[in-house]
């Protein structure tokens, strides 16, 4: 977990302060263990509200209740700057990140479109457990839920991430569905943007 800087400031849902992650100064909001860095009082307000909106989880082990789509969430934590869809994500993304099978700690997993699916979902990666698991951090996989650091294992045949499965929290399990993916988009290779390494360092747990 990153250590906090002096001088933070309380906001309703969350702590905006000064981070040190391997070694470099940044800021963000931390709210309820989800470190979003490079965001602005204002925007850190607003997710912040957005989380506790309706906070009391009741402990289901399902995550932070939030009315926050997959889709902003995943952009906020990434910090990659798509729109639309989540589906879409994968498309949008040639010409501007990289792409391909293999996960990469602060992408972007971007789910097909599905009868289950219809928009797609993204998941940002917060740690790589193995060549076929990953711990995922996500909106609305369970609805309404903010998930932090769920299993996604890789079912493919060609062990290419084509195909996961995904932790379900509210049977504390793994889902029995196995969904189709795009692969993964990697953060920080913008033209005309600065690089941004190790977007969610310290989602993983410790």
Known sequence: MPRAGQGGRTIRGGTIQGWTIRGVLTRGVLIRGVLIRDVTPRAGALLGSLVLAACGSGGTGAGASTALECVPFARQVSGIQLYGDAHTWWDQAAGQYDR???????????????GRLGHGHVSVVSEIVSGREIKVTQA????????????????????????VRVWWAPSRSLGVTTYPTYGFISPGISPGG?????????????
């Open 100 to 114: 391909g099978t293999e996960p990469v700690q602060g992408g972007v997993l971007v789910f097909r479109r599905t």
């Open 140 to 163: 609305n996989w369970v609805h309404r839920r903010i998930g932090r650091d769920e299993p996604v294992v890789d079912v493919s045949p060609a062990g290419d991430w084509s195909a």
């Open 194 to 206: 600065p690089a941004r390494p190790d977007l969610v360092a310290g989602l993983a747990a410790p």
